[in-house]
């Protein structure tokens, strides 16, 4: 996330495990580790930009970034 940000590329995690909403940890008393499979998803995947108004060369620029770092 911090190299996208240096590279003036917004990121977000937009996925967070329900069992660790406040409200079900409260409710139905889950903890880290009920749900192994979705924490490792949510400890490992980032959103990048994508909206309706994005133009070819944001998208363009952001696959060229992605690609370099990955290299």
């Known amino acids: 996330m911090k190299k996208l940000k240096d590279l003036n590329i917004g990121t977000q995690v937009l996925y967070i495990p ?3 909403q406040p409200y079900y ?3 139905y008393n889950f903890k880290k580790g009920d749900f192994p499979n979705s924490e490792i998803y949510y400890e490992s995947c980032l959103s990048i930009p994508i909206f309706p108004g994005i133009s070819k060369k944001e ?3 952001i696959v060229k970034k992605i690609n370099n770092l990955i290299k």
């Open 18 to 20: 329900v069992h660790l």
């Open 25 to 27: 940890l409260k409710k």
């Open 59 to 61: 998208i363009n620029f």
